[in-house]
């Protein structure tokens, strides 16, 4: 198991920025591929960005352009860097493993984007 914190949510309003860190410890390797899954209000959680070991990224749709994800594995953490917020990025914030499998879920961290 690899056990991941999220921190760094918080309240922002509509074209602000904010970064986010999730710091894994227990059975991290470098080489594990990691993501930061969203979830909106009353919305199932969908994967928006995720990072390999070798830094490829790939992002969904609707970040594209805004959001950038970075690794440091030296640190076991990984960032999220959120730029040009909207109100439909408001949610719960989670990183984990991509795929996840059986890996436990943290608390998350609460981001709330106002218009």
């Known amino acids: 198991q690899v056990h991941l914190v999220e921190s760094g949510g918080g309240l922002a309003q509509a074209g602000g920025s904010l970064r986010l860190s999730c710091a894994a410890s227990?059975?991290?390797?470098?080489?594990?591929?990691t993501g930061w899954y969203h979830q909106g209000p009353g919305k199932q959680r969908e994967l928006v960005a995720s990072?390999?070991?070798?830094?490829?990224?790939n992002y969904a749709d609707s970040v594209k352009g805004r959001f950038t994800i970075t690794r440091d594995n030296a640190r076991k953490t990984v960032y999220l860097q959120m730029n040009s917020l909207k109100p439909e990025d408001t949610g719960v914030y989670f990183c984990n493993l991509v795929p996840q499998g059986g890996n436990d879920w943290g608390q998350g961290t609460q981001v709330t984007v106002s218009s």
């Open positions: 227990g059975e991290i390797s470098s080489i594990n591929t």
């Open positions: 990072i390999s070991s070798v830094r490829d990224t």
